[in-house]
T-cell receptor, first 111, second 116 residues
């Protein structure tokens, strides 16, 4: 029944070692979002895809990249994780004028 | 200026009582939507309730209702008959320009603790 799936739920990586987080959806929504959420803070939008169109937020570091090979899947690549990138990463899907549906999140730990 | 303001970092309520979580917003867009999400300690963001800027009536979903006061730009969440499972972080969010994919802007959240 899960509609937005994120894998893995917990990810440990080393400082500077590239890491990829994945998100898939069964809702067939045309928009997919990636948020970063640090402890006790509001989610911060990194970027979103509207179909195949990529929309980057102005303050998203170049260290963060994304891929959307098809409607169902979207990936977040962190090219060289730093200690400050340790956070919860939330994927969400949606259609214009409606709410976003969030996945369970991936907690990233950087050692 | 912040677009979404939640002035209560933490709230306590007795089980079975009602509680109001405050949210004010700022936008010049005539078409917008307001959302409330619940985030338990597990981290998942759970959608609770939605209010559109053109909706005439306040939104309700089970024990959740949204007290929408457009002129005051407030969209407070009311939880009736609080349960222990309601203890969580609550976020108010706004999406402007609803015809677009448009991102949601989130408030800083309110941590609700329900006491037995």
């Amino acid at each position: 029944d899960a509609m937005v799936i994120q894998n893995p739920r917990y990810q440990v990586t080393q400082f500077g070692k590239p890491v990829t987080l994945s998100c898939s959806q069964t809702l067939n929504h045309n928009v997919m979002y990636w948020y970063q959420q640090k402890s006790s803070q509001a989610p911060k939008l990194l970027f979103h895809y509207y179909d195949k169109d990529f929309n980057n937020e102005a303050d998203t570091p170049d260290n963060f990249q994304s891929r959307r090979p098809n409607t169902s899947f979207c990936f977040l690549d962190i090219r060289s994780p730093g200690l400050g990138d340790a956070a919860m990463y939330l994927c969400a899907t949606g259609v214009p004028s409606q709410t976003q549906y969030f996945g369970p999140g991936t907690r990233l730990l950087v050692l | 200026a912040q677009k979404i303001t939640q002035t209560q970092p933490g709230m306590f309520v007795q089980e079975k009582e009602a509680v109001t979580l405050d949210c004010t917003y700022d936008t010049s867009d005539p078409s917008y939507g307001l959302f409330w999400y619940k985030q338990p300690s597990s981290g998942e963001m759970i959608f609770l309730i939605y209010q559109g800027s053109y909706d005439q009536q306040n939104a309700t979903e089970g024990r959740y209702s949204l007290n929408f006061q457009k002129a005051r730009k407030s969209a407070n969440l009311v939880i009736s008959a609080s349960q222990l499972g309601d203890s969580a972080m609550y976020f108010c969010a706004m999406r402007e320009d609803l015809t677009n994919a448009g991102k949601s802007t989130f408030g800083d959240g309110t941590t609700l603790t329900v006491k037995p």
